[in-house]
């Protein structure tokens, strides 16, 4: 059973920093693509990040590009999220989710096959 | 534009059909993914590439495209049904996703 287990959310003032965790389990991590998404309180669904298989390749929605940090370790088992310069807008619940792929012919389709059940992050004095 | 356009929210009686539309650029490229989200829960999959159900998800739920926007029809909507649906693609740089506005399902 495919298992993504997030950590690490707090409440940190502003301008501060914090990491985020999320632990992998039933499925070959060192396989997949994998991404950060947001949801602030109330408000939508916003894609934060991802990072290649083997950690060659990460990008970043502009609003982060420069504070954030995405990393993982693929020995572990483990994806991460690096944030400092926290701001009051980054409050959110951050989710970890894995990157299913399907090709058609020369297009690759890219999702968001399974997801933790996310860690709250509070940026406020 | 990356942006995807979906309608703030949507009602249907039990039972009947509902269709929620997502409209982007980069739809025609490639192509839309569907998410269901209930209060307090993590989304999960309820379409990808379009129009295939990931195992677990009821055959009410399809999906398809024309042009630049993407649809997700519940055939007999559930009570169960009631959700925040939200549709992702990727930006113009096929680098970055994004996801849709949301739209809220009310089943009556």
């Known amino acids: 059973e495919v298992q993504l287990v997030e950590s690490g959310g707090g409440l940190v003032q502003p301008g501060g920093s914090l990491r985020l965790s999320c632990a992998a389990s039933?499925?070959?991590?060192?396989?997949?693509?994998m991404s950060w998404v947001r949801q602030a309180p109330g408000k939508g669904l916003e894609w934060v990040a991802n990072?290649?298989?083997?950690?060659?390749?990460?990008y970043y929605v502009d609003s982060v590009k420069g504070r954030f940090t995405i990393s993982r370790d693929n020995a572990k088992n483990s994806l991460y999220l690096q944030m400092n310069s926290l701001r009051a807008e980054d409050t959110a619940v951050y989710y970890c989710?894995?990157?299913?792929?399907?090709?058609?012919?020369?297009?690759?389709?890219?999702?968001?096959?399974?997801w933790g059940q996310g860690t709250l992050l509070t940026v406020s004095s | 534009s990356s942006d995807l356009t979906q309608d703030p929210a949507v009602s249907v009686a039990l039972g009947q059909t509902v269709r929620i539309t997502c409209q982007g650029d980069?739809?025609?490229?490639?192509?839309a993914n569907w998410y269901q989200q209930k209060p307090g829960q993590a989304p999960i999959l309820v379409i990808y590439?379009?129009?295939n159900r990931p195992s677990g998800i009821p055959d009410r739920f399809s999906g398809s495209t024309s042009g630049n926007t993407a649809s997700l029809t519940i055939t007999g909507a559930q009570a169960e049904d009631e959700a925040d649906y939200y549709c992702?693609?990727?930006?113009?740089?096929?680098?970055?996703?994004?996801f849709g506005t949301g739209t809220k399902v009310t089943v009556l």
């Open positions: 990072i290649k298989q083997d950690g060659s390749e990460k």
């Open positions: 039933g499925f070959t991590f060192s396989s997949y693509w």
């Open positions: 992702n693609s990727r930006d113009s740089s096929g680098n970055h996703l994004v």
């Open positions: 590439a379009k129009d």
């Open positions: 980069n739809i025609r490229f490639y192509y």
């Open positions: 989710a894995r990157q299913g792929v399907t090709i058609f012919g020369v297009i690759i389709i890219t999702y968001l096959d399974y």
